[in-house]
């Protein structure tokens, strides 16, 4: 394989759990008190997505606007907090010493993702990425992993995903790519192998180890 799409929040940067006490913040603001773990659930899902799936047609309706910008702000004050995962940028780095196209792919609004290229320092290392910008339907929707695709004129039979979970191996896989997974999503093995992962590891250094034991080697 020659082209290595690499899932950014989560995978890259550690803001799943960011992400889901933002939402809580944002629903419980709305007065809908929703338990973390359930929200957990959903992190990986498109944020546009999200109100629906936790709630319903209705609340979606006459609040998903709301909840979302609420969301944004009350992740925003989180933002600094987040770290990288640790091997992240070595992942990047060995892939572009092994003669590898790298796209970092995100459905973020852009300047989330320049927060998290500069927090990776992965402007001149990475060939290119993606921004909500890139994206009409998210996740578990394929359009993330065919305009990274696109990006650098890849064929789905060029490339693996890497992610972090089952919204990522569902949305490549709708895509005809392969995923490579790891845990740092707080996802299980089975449920990211049941979601059609063709391998799964317990970090990204991990995957950076057994890198050679991969499509990416």
Same mark, same amino acid.
């Given at each position: 394989?020659?082209?290595?799409?690499l899932d950014?929040d989560g995978?890259?940067v550690?803001?799943?759990?960011?992400?889901?006490i933002?939402?809580?913040?944002a629903?419980r603001q709305?007065e809908?008190?929703?338990p973390?773990?359930r929200?957990h659930?959903h992190?990986g899902?498109?944020?546009d997505?999200v109100?629906?799936a936790?709630t319903?047609?209705?609340t979606?309706?006459?609040?998903g606007?709301?909840?979302?910008?609420a969301?944004?702000?009350?992740y925003f004050?989180l933002i600094e907090e987040v770290?990288?995962?640790?091997?992240?940028r =070595? #992942?990047? @780095?060995q892939?572009? /010493?092994h003669g590898?196209t790298v *796209?970092?792919?995100?459905?973020? &609004?852009a300047? $989330?993702v320049d927060h998290?290229?500069d927090?990776?320092?992965?402007?001149?290392l990475?060939?290119d990425w993606t921004?909500s910008?890139?994206?009409?339907?998210t996740?578990?929707?394929?359009d993330?992993?065919s305009s990274?695709l696109e990006k650098?004129?890849?064929?789905?039979?060029?490339?693996?995903?890497?992610?972090d979970?089952?919204?990522?191996v569902e949305a490549?896989?709708?895509?005809?790519?392969?995923?490579?997974?790891?845990?740092?999503?707080?996802?299980?093995?089975? =449920? #990211?192998e @049941?979601?059609?992962? /063709?391998?799964?590891?317990e970090? *990204?250094?991990e995957l950076?180890e &057994?890198?050679? $034991?991969?499509?990416?080697r």
């Amino acid at each position: 394989m020659t082209v290595a799409i690499l899932d950014i929040d989560g995978t890259l940067v550690d803001t799943n759990y960011h992400h889901a006490i933002a939402w809580y913040r944002a629903f419980r603001q709305h007065e809908i008190v929703l338990p973390i773990w359930r929200i957990h659930r959903h992190i990986g899902m498109g944020g546009d997505q999200v109100v629906a799936a936790l709630t319903d047609d209705r609340t979606e309706n006459e609040q998903g606007d709301d909840i979302r910008a609420a969301e944004k702000t009350l992740y925003f004050q989180l933002i600094e907090e987040v770290q990288p995962m640790a091997g992240a940028r =070595e #992942l990047i @780095e060995q892939l572009k /010493a092994h003669g590898h196209t790298v *796209v970092l792919a995100s459905s973020a &609004k852009a300047d $989330e993702v320049d927060h998290y290229l500069d927090l990776l320092d992965a402007r001149e290392l990475a060939d290119d990425w993606t921004s909500s910008a890139d994206v009409e339907s998210t996740k578990p929707a394929p359009d993330l992993v065919s305009s990274a695709l696109e990006k650098v004129g890849a064929s789905p039979d060029d490339a693996v995903m890497v992610g972090d979970t089952p919204w990522d191996v569902e949305a490549a896989g709708k895509a005809g790519v392969k995923t490579l997974a790891v845990l740092t999503g707080g996802f299980a093995v089975s =449920e #990211l192998e @049941e979601a059609g992962a /063709a391998a799964v590891f317990e970090s *990204v250094n991990e995957l950076c180890e &057994k890198l050679g $034991e991969t499509p990416l080697r």
